[in-house]
């Protein structure tokens, strides 16, 4: 399933109380757990301003359904082309 990165500008959500971002972990839990929504929520960072969501998703629209769902804004969603790790680093030959 193709995997989507998903940014959303919010306001001071770096310095929200840890259990305003539990309750907005637990929304979209609810949400994305539907069968129907064929979404997995893999994880998010929290920078001071944003959020970066990485989901799988069969498609771009399903995913700004869900998040419509969940009450969360969409600044951008992008499709993971590759996935660079620091372990898949080659030793000399």
Excluded: H
């Amino acid at each position: 399933m193709p995997q989507f990165v998903i940014e959303r500008e919010i306001v001071g959500v770096g310095s929200l109380p840890a259990a305003t971002l539990d309750a907005m972990a637990k929304k979209t839990r609810e949400v994305v757990n539907d069968p129907v929504a064929s979404v997995q929520w893999l994880y998010s960072f929290v920078t001071d301003d944003k959020t970066y969501c990485v989901y799988l998703a069969p498609d771009e629209e399903v995913l700004r359904q869900c998040s419509e769902r969940a009450g969360l804004p969409i600044s951008r969603v992008s499709r993971v082309t590759s996935v660079l790790d620091s372990a898949d680093e080659k030793e000399p030959e």
